[in-house]
Each structure stands twice: as structure tokens, then as C-alpha cells.
């Protein structure tokens, strides 16, 4: 307002109050103060004072064996699938940016559908498909080959949670690739590259923050997942919120359960950490300076 | 840069080129010999296939019919990445993940130059569109014609025979347009290289080139220099196109060496026959035609009455409207300080019969509607 700023004078209302607009996010940052803020401060609190105060969760964690192989394993488990989502999601996102309206509409709804679905009855129509008894044992047989064994297997596991997944990997891709200028992969042949060259070296580092962006959403979901490993998956493909589940629901350890959420999420911010140059677009970087 | 040989560039023959997408006819037998260090200009307005042909050449597009040389060499089935031809998009198309640098390099590192060579070419083209100061920028960070600059550069980096450019400077306002159009003319005459140009805009294609193809529906109606295309239009559309001009209608009878004309009353005669005895229409240019009071004598000269309709200064003259009586609209351009009219005026339209272009009428021709 002048009165407080006389030096702009033209100066519109609300200047005073830049503020404002920030109270209109006010209830979204309680709500997450409520639902994720508390609770993570509780298990932290938790893991480092039951039974007593002290660090012996931490301890155990690490002194146990058997708990660093699964978390070994959770970051193999999950780093599969993300592989697994690039490679399916990209030429599909690709295809999204390729067609007419009314197509990429049918490619849309065919992500999305699965979302409607609930968790549970996909990972269990993945139990259908996947058992030795199953559908596609059933055709590998009719065929003449031998079984497969992919139910209680890790094989099994990244199928199922990679198909779960796949929709937080083909939707920041497609936002990535239709901003895309695809007459730069006609410029790039008039300058004498060939069609795969000019997809290496334009339209490939292109899409690359939409890669990053789907890999670091589904890598991140993949971590936490617990029903589909737990359905699909036997004791040797055990993920990490298996045996949280464990400690916390049967054996009441809240303590340890605790530990262990906190050191997965300790291990997630080191591994971005350790990526976030990586992914660092150079060429957004320079636009802005 | 130094002085490269003459009549480097490579010489275009497109034969009856036909391109066809269902039935629609994008380019209908198209045929153009462009000679070695020619600038040459497809002009046209949008849908007439003027950048069907840059594609074609460039080979983006295939061909349904006809044969296409670059170089004397047949390049029907060729893809573009084995054309060598330097191509400028409107939409500059650099690539945004690379500096100016990169980009001008990136032909380079395909054709397997490296090293200090390479560093001197990009520098060298960098150089001649006067961009070698931003070889670290991203294109984001330049203006929309210094993007233009660097991708010229990358065009010609690699020293291709042949440049097409589509529409360059079409997304670039009036004072840098004008710019460019004498930086684009003066690497045309170092670098000896064939241009072909297209644009929608006549006044570009006069600026900069040695001749202009005149395309229309698919065809060309006509190949010339501007001035012959000015002078000389051997289509009404071509008249209507290329510069301004005055379009009169009217009932003809041809007796001797003239052709009379009666136009609403008043008859018009022109020392010119009209050869294949169409129905005939006649072009004026505006600089041809003059202005005077009503009732002022000026015997010997065709007149036709009309009244002031738009009055417009330009500085170095002024420029006028004259609604004539039979409804059509004369452009005059006066350049007489002494001489002004006002919107209302009653004047008359007076010119030589020697001036009257004489053109068989074309009822696609009608560009006033666009």
C-alpha cells in the first residue's frame, strides 16, 4: 500500500500482503502436517525410545543379518521394476504423442483404467495369470514348452509391481515427450543424421526429465510396496514392508518397525542425493541463469 | 571468409514433379531448373506447394511422379540424411539441449570431423552470421533472430551445394526481417552456394532473389526475375501478387492494333492485342496511373471518373484508393508533393494505353478476397 511503500505508489493492493497467496495453501500443509508430518515424527520418536531410549533398534537393525539383505534386496526389487517401467512406458508414451486425438484418448484411459481397480484384485488377477496351475503355464504347456515357475519368485514380484506401477511412469514421460518439437528430428536428418542417430542424440536426452521423473516416482513407490510382494512373492523375494508389517503387527516391536521405515527412508534421500546430478537437465539449468 | 570458387552450388531440375495426398494434388507436374549459385525464390501464398517443393528437395517428401536432379544427379528415393543439403526451418529448429556451439558442430560430428577442424569451421560460420561471441549460449537465450543466425550457420557449416530456407524469417518483426534480408543476400554472394527460398511475402522475394518461381495451386505460373514478373505478368494472378495493382473488367473489341475496352460507359483503349482472344482484363500498376481534378484537361490519355475512397500518406508519397464507377477499385500511387486529395474527391483516373497490361481473365485469381 502507498502509505507503507511510498516510493511505488502505483503499486497494486495487495502488495503489502504477498502472503496471501500463500494462506490459500495453508490447508493442504496442515492436512500434510496431520497425515504425514505427526506420524513421521511418532515412528521416529518411537524407534529411539521403546522398549527404552536409546539407539539398540538401530543397532539391531544393522546387527541382524537378515534385515540388510532384504533392504538390499527392496532397492534391487525396486530399481527391476523401474527398469522394467522405462522400457514398456516409453515406446507407449511415445505411440500417446504419435496419434490422433481419438487414439491417444483409447491409450489414456488404457493407463488409467487400472487405477480404478483396487490393488488387491490386480495383484490377485496376477496370482491367476502367474501360478504354476495358471494361465500362462497353461498356454507354455499346450505349446509344448516346460513350465515356468513365477509365483513366489522375484521374477514374479517385478512383473506384478511394475505393471502397478506403470501408469507413474508413462504419465510424466508423455508430458515430457509432446513438448517434444519433433521437426528438430527433421533438422537433425537435413544435417545428415540418420533416423537412429537423430533419435540418440535429440529426441533421447530430450525425454530424458521425464524418464528421471517417472523413474524417480515409481523407484521411491516401489520401495513401499507391500501387498504385491506379499501376494506374489515368497520368502526369498521378502521386501522391506513385509517385515515391517511383521515386527510391527505380530510381534508388536513398534520400536524396531520404526527403525526400519526410518532407515529406508534415510537410504531414499542418499540414493536421490547421490542421483540429483545426474539428473539435473544442464540445458534448463543454463536457460535460467 | 575467403573467396570461394564461383558457381560452387549445385544445380535443381525438377521434372513434371507431382506429389499427391489422396486426391487432393499438393503439387500438380512441377517443373524447374534452378542453375548452380542461383538465388531462387518459390512465392506463393500458403497451399500453393511451394513448400511441398522445398520438401520435396529437401527429402522430407517423396515424390508420386516426376523426377527430381540435385547436382545432375537423380535423388528421387534418397532419404534427406544423405542429401547434403543445408535446410532453415521458420521455427529455427536448434537443438535446446545444446550450446550454439554443439549445434553448429552437430553436422560436423556426423560427417566424422573432429578436433581443431571442426572448432575452426563452427567459428568460421559462426563468424559469417556474425553469432561467434554466443558459442556457449543455450538457444533459449537468444532472440528469435539470433536463433535464426546460428541455425543459417548451422546450415552451412558443412558446406552444402545447396541451402533450402522455408519461410526464415516469417516469426521475426518488420525492421530485423528487413535486416536479415540483406545479411541472408550478402552470404548468398560469398558463399557462391544455390539458395532456394520461400516465402509468402513479394516484397522478400523481390529484396533477395535472382529469380522468383510464382507458385499457385499446386503449379508455377510463372519463372522470372522480379522485374519481369512486375513488368511482364503472364498471369492475372502473377499481376495480382506480385505488387499492387489495378484490375479493371469490362466488354472488349479488338480492331487493328488496339484492343478497346468499355469500361461502365467510358471506353479504354490499349495499343496491346490480347493473343488467345479470352475474355480479356486489364492491369494497371499504380505508378502508371496518375490523378486529376474532374473536368481537367489532359487530352490524348485514356480517363476513367471515380472519387477518392482511401487517402493514405507514406512519407515519400501518398497512396489512394479511387472507387470507379463500375464498382472496382483503383490503387494509385502518387509521389506529387503539389497533389493531394481527400477522401471524396471527384477525380479522374488518367493513363497511357501503352501501360495497359492486357491478361485473360482468371477467376481463381481473385487474391483481394484473402
Known amino acids: ?289 | 571468409m575467403n573467396p570461394r570458387a564461383e558457381n560452387r552450388g549445385a544445380a535443381i531440375d525438377l521434372a513434371k514433379v507431382s506429389k499427391a495426398y489422396g486426391n487432393f494434388k499438393a503439387l500438380d507436374g512441377v517443373s524447374l531448373r534452378i542453375e548452380p549459385g542461383e538465388f531462387m525464390t518459390l512465392l506463393g501464398p500458403s497451399g500453393s506447394g511451394k513448400t511441398t517443393t522445398l520438401n520435396v528437395i529437401a527429402g522430407f517428401t517423396d515424390v508420386t511422379s516426376g523426377s527430381l536432379l540435385v547436382g545432375e544427379k537423380s535423388v528421387v528415393g534418397v532419404p534427406a540424411h544423405k542429401r547434403n543439403i543445408g535446410v532453415v526451418f521458420q521455427h529455427y529448429a536448434l537443438f535446446p539441449h545444446m550450446t550454439v556451439g554443439r549445434n553448429v558442430a552437430y553436422p560436423l560430428a556426423l560427417r566424422g570431423i573432429a578436433g581443431a577442424e571442426r572448432e575452426r569451421r563452427v567459428r568460421q560460420a559462426l563468424d559469417m552470421v556474425k553469432m561467434a561471441d554466443f558459442s556457449h549460449r543455450f538457444p533459449s537465450e537468444l532472440s528469435g533472430g539470433q536463433q535464426q543466425r546460428v541455425a543459417l550457420a548451422r546450415a552451412i557449416v558443412f558446406d552444402p551445394p545447396l541451402l533450402l530456407m522455408d519461410e526464415p524469417l516469417g516469426a521475426l518483426d518488420k525492421k530485423l526481417r528487413e535486416w536479415l534480408q540483406l545479411e541472408i543476400k550478402r552470404i548468398h554472394r560469398e558463399l557462391g552456394t544455390t539458395f532456394v527460398y520461400v516465402t509468402h511475402d513479394q516484397e522478400e522475394a523481390l529484396v533477395l532473389s535472382d529469380r522468383i518461381a510464382v507458385f499457385n495451386r499446386g503449379g508455377i505460373e510463372q519463372i522470372g526475375t522480379g522485374r519481369e514478373l512486375y513488368d511482364e505478368p503472364a498471369t492475372l494472378f502473377v499481376g495480382k501478387f506480385i505488387g499492387d495493382s489495378t484490375v479493371l473488367r469490362g466488354d472488349a473489341a479488338t480492331s487493328g492494333g488496339e484492343t478497346a475496352i468499355e469500361i461502365s460507359g467510358q471506353k479504354v483503349v490499349t495499343a496491346r492485342r490480347l493473343a488467345n482472344g479470352g475474355r480479356p482484363v486489364m492491369l494497371l500498376r499504380p505508378e502508371k496511373l496518375a490523378l486529376a481534378r474532374r473536368g481537367a484537361a489532359d487530352e490524348g490519355r485514356n480517363r476513367l471518373a471515380g472519387r477518392i475512397g482511401e487517402a493514405i500518406y507514406l512519407g515519400s508519397g501518398s497512396k489512394y484508393e479511387v472507387d470507379l464507377a463500375d464498382g472496382s477499385k483503383a490503387i494509385v500511387r502518387s509521389t506529387l508533393e503539389a497533389q493531394s486529395f481527400a477522401i471524396g474527391d471527384e477525380v479522374d483516373l488518367l493513363f497511357s494505353g501503352s501501360d495497359v497490361k492486357l491478361l485473360a481473365d482468371d477467376d481463381q485469381a481473385d487474391l483481394t478476397l484473402t
Open chain 1, 1 to 289: 500500500m502507498s502509505a507503507l511503500d511510498p516510493t511505488t505508489p502505483s503499486a497494486p493492493k495487495w502488495a503489502g500482503r504477498a502472503w496471501r497467496p500463500f494462506a490459500l495453501t495453508l490447508p493442504a500443509l496442515l492436512l500434510l502436517a496431520a497425515v504425514i508430518g505427526y506420524p513421521l515424527l511418532t515412528i521416529v520418536l518411537r524407534s529411539l525410545s521403546e522398549p527404552q531410549w536409546g539407539a539398540q533398534n538401530y543397532v539391531w537393525f544393522f546387527g541382524t543379518p537378515v534385515n540388510l539383505t532384504v533392504l538390499q534386496r527392496t532397492f534391487v526389487i525396486s530399481a527391476w521394476v523401474t527398469l522394467v517401467c522405462i522400457i514398456c512406458a516409453y515406446p507407449y508414451a511415445y505411440l500417446m504423442t504419435a496419434v490422433g486425438p481419438r487414439v491417444r484418448l483409447a491409450l489414456v484411459l488404457c493407463v488409467l483404467i487400472p487405477f480404478w481397480v483396487s490393488g488387491v484384485v490386480r495383484t490377485l488377477s496376477w496370482v491367476i495369470l502367474l501360478q504354476d496351475s495358471g494361465v500362462i503355464n497353461s498356454l507354455l504347456r499346450s505349446a509344448g514348452f516346460d513350465g515356468v515357475r513365477l509365483i513366489r519368485t522375484q521374477t514374479g514380484v517385478v512383473i506384478g509391481m511394475a505393471q502397478v506401477l506403470l501408469p507413474f511412469m508413462i504419465l510424466p514421460l508423455y508430458s515430457v515427450m509432446k513438448g517434444i518439437d519433433l521437426r528438430l528430428m527433421r533438422a537433425a536428418q537435413s544435417l545428415g543424421a540418420r533416423p537412429s542417430r537423430a533419435f540418440f542424440t535429440i529426441y533421447l536426452p530430450l525425454s530424458l526429465p521425464g524418464v528421471y521423473a517417472g523413474a524417480i516416482i515409481v523407484f521411491i513407490l516401489a520401495l513401499g510396496f507391500y501387498i504385491t510382494p506379499a501376494l506374489l512373492g515368497g520368502p526369498r523375494s521378502t521386501m522391506l514392508s513385509t517385515l515391517v508389517q511383521t515386527q510391527v503387527l505380530s510381534l508388536l516391536q513398534w520400536g524396531r518397525g520404526g527403525a526400519m521405515g526410518v532407515v529406508l527412508l534415510v537410504a531414499t534421500f542418499v540414493l536421490l542425493a547421490l542421483a540429483a546430478p545426474v539428473m539435473r537437465s544442464r540445458y534448463r539449468e543454463a536457460g535460467r541463469r
